[in-house]
């Protein structure tokens, strides 16, 4: 918005009156500005709200709050990522599998979502799979790599530090 720390623009785009920082309303349109910054803070404190939740076993309630900030920030990579882990642990893949997707749209080389995929394909590749009837067991021993055991699904985003998501700065 604007880089005097005593001053404060509009967050209007038709607007971008500069304000006094402690400003209520802006003086040109009168836009509430406290209200505006509470708002911008909301989908973090959701966020942050849903990773209580899902350390607290509450995936479901975790979810809700996930599904919450991506609803208000579609381009949230983060909250979509976290979204999908919780779809996953509440046995539902395909919604999983599209939030993942989602992610990779518009960040390609998401480990978070690229992990998730390659758990949902291994899944995939189990199921898909018919038993058979008469083959031999698979060799075992020495020199035998192969790891019969799905990776592991991708963890709860965090960030560094504090483990919660900051609110969205200002412009």
């Avoid at 709200?49 to 995936?59: D, H, K, N, V, Y």
């Avoid at 381009?75 to 992610?103: M, Y």
């Avoid at 394909?121 to 199921?127: C, E, G, I």
């Amino acid at each position: 918005m604007t880089s005097d720390p005593g001053r404060l623009a509009c967050p209007l785009p038709r607007c971008r009156a500069v304000n006094s920082a402690t400003a209520e309303t802006c003086q040109a349109c009168g836009t509430p500005l406290r209200a505006w910054a509470r708002l911008r803070a909301h989908p973090a404190k959701l966020f942050n709200a849903g990773l209580q939740e899902a350390r607290s076993g509450r995936t479901a309630t975790a979810r809700d709050h996930f599904a919450a900030v991506v609803h208000w920030c579609p381009g949230d990579a983060e909250a979509r990522s976290a979204l999908a882990l919780a779809c996953l642990l509440l046995d539902d893949p395909e919604e999983a599998r599209d939030h993942w997707h989602q992610v990779l749209t518009r960040r390609p080389n998401d480990t978070t979502a690229l992990k998730g995929l390659a758990h949902l394909a291994q899944l995939d590749s189990r199921t898909s799979t018919p038993e058979p009837t008469s083959t031999p067991a698979p060799e075992t021993g020495p020199g035998v790599t192969e790891s019969l055991e799905s990776p592991e699904p991708p963890r709860t985003p965090q960030t560094p530090e504090t483990g919660q998501k900051e609110p969205a700065a200002s412009e």
